[in-house]
């Protein structure tokens, strides 16, 4: 995956999170939908890393909306953010790891 598509999906989890977190649920409504559609087209992704994001970024929808497996405990803005919070530490850690940064 190229640094810069890292960069770009972080840079939108981040948002949604800083969102969720100063409670603009209607922004963070429009934005995590907005970055499923981003990854799903992103050409840079393998099938296993795209599979893998999109699976965080579902989750977190689904508990934004008490859907899925949050259905019976309904919405939950804290779980939306905390999976997206393990996605965040994720993306970070390939940064951190991505051979643009680190040969030389």
């Not at 992103?42 to 970024?57: H, K, N, P, V």
């Not at 899925?68 to 996605?87: H, P």
């Amino acid at each position: 995956m190229k640094l810069i598509t890292l960069l770009k999906i972080l840079d939108k989890v981040s948002y949604v999170i800083e969102c969720l977190v100063i409670e603009a649920n209607g922004e963070a409504k429009s934005v995590l939908p907005e970055t499923i559609a981003l990854v799903e087209v992103e050409s840079d992704l393998t099938l296993t890393e795209r599979d893998r994001i999109l699976g965080y970024l579902r989750d977190a929808c689904d508990a934004f909306r008490g859907e899925g497996a949050f259905r019976e405990e309904g919405r939950n803005v804290r779980a939306s953010a905390g999976i997206l919070s393990g996605l965040s530490n994720e993306l970070w850690q390939a940064v951190l790891k991505h051979p643009q940064l680190t040969s030389g």
